[in-house]
């Protein structure tokens, strides 16, 4: 316990960007966060400070050196622990009345009941075949799911119940597949699927290597992540979360925003029709940085 905890105290410097019954709100919800590693670490961390009062929280990995470079809680003393509980010992000094529930693998299984106790699931995984099953269930439970896009820039997306699923609005090649036989073949075109949304809809390409990304994309290289883009996302990710437990409107919706820190300018998707236009050259660029024929 830290000696003189209270509630109260813990929050006060809340009031006023939220009233006391918003404050009291909070304290009641409960926030499903699927990987507490990059962005789901970093948003878990900002809503566990706004004083969300509940948490269901998962991850399968352990800290690694590699995620020292971004991921909130990955730190000298948390290599080689299991990343779900390194982040709940965290949660727990810095609000010791937080209730959390602690999963690794078992929480697909796990998912639907989660689902219905939980309408807001931040996603902070980048495993599509797990992403499938989560958007799919929380639709049928009637939850929203709070995510970002594979982009340099930061971004944020919030897909409601009655919102198409992204397999559905990027094409992804999954549409009718049970999750759990994704080939790696489906897993590499539905990242070209989002990959390629990204750039048609950002300007992400002016901020990155693209000898680097056109490795990445082509499955050669390890996922590029830098802190300043992974923070920044999941502290967008936990303001859409704040947003929907005290039901105030954001602007964000399923298609989502990349907040360009670079000019500065907030880049939300292109009209369709330009979308359309634009797609064959964005196609041609992804090929040619990938080595694709």
């Not at 094409?171 to 759990?180: M, N, S, V």
């Not at 936990?238 to 437990?245: F, P």
């Not at 907030?266 to 694709?292: C, D, I, W, Y």
Request: aromatic residues 6%; glycine residues 8%.
């Amino acid at each position: 316990m830290i000696p003189g905890f209270g509630y109260d105290g813990f929050t006060t410097r809340n009031i006023g960007f939220v009233s006391e019954a918003e404050q009291a709100v909070l304290r009641a919800a409960t926030v499903f966060v699927c990987g507490v590693g990059g962005m789901g670490g970093s948003a878990f961390m900002a809503l566990v400070r706004a004083g969300i009062g509940r948490f269901v929280i998962a991850d399968i990995d352990v800290f690694e050196i590699s995620n020292l470079n971004r991921q909130v809680f990955a730190n000298a003393s948390t290599i080689g622990r299991q990343k779900a509980d390194a982040a709940a010992e965290a949660a727990r000094a810095i609000n010791p009345g937080i209730e959390l529930e602690v999963l690794g693998a078992e929480w697909a299984e796990q998912l639907p009941e989660i689902a219905r106790r939980c309408k807001v699931i931040v996603n902070g995984m980048d495993d599509i075949a797990a992403g499938l099953h989560l958007y799919r269930t929380a639709k049928l439970a009637d939850a929203a799911v709070i995510d970002a896009y594979m982009s340099p820039l930061p971004s944020v997306i919030v897909v409601r119940p009655e919102d198409p699923r992204p397999e559905e609005r990027l094409g992804f090649p999954t549409l009718g597949k049970d999750w759990r036989t994704i080939s790696e073949e489906d897993r590499r075109a539905a990242m070209l699927c989002e990959v390629e949304h990204v750039m048609l809809h950002s300007r992400s390409r002016h901020h990155v290597d693209l000898a680097i990304a056109g490795e990445v994309a082509a499955g050669r290289r390890s996922r590029m992540s830098f802190a300043p883009m992974v923070i920044t996302t999941g502290m967008m990710m936990a303001y859409e979360a704040i947003a929907l437990i005290l039901a105030k409107p954001t602007g964000t919706d399923c298609r989502g925003w990349f907040f360009n820190p670079h000019r500065p300018a907030v880049e939300k998707p292109l009209p369709a029709p330009l979308a359309a236009l634009l797609r064959p050259f964005v196609r041609r660029a992804l090929r040619k940085m990938t080595g694709a024929p």
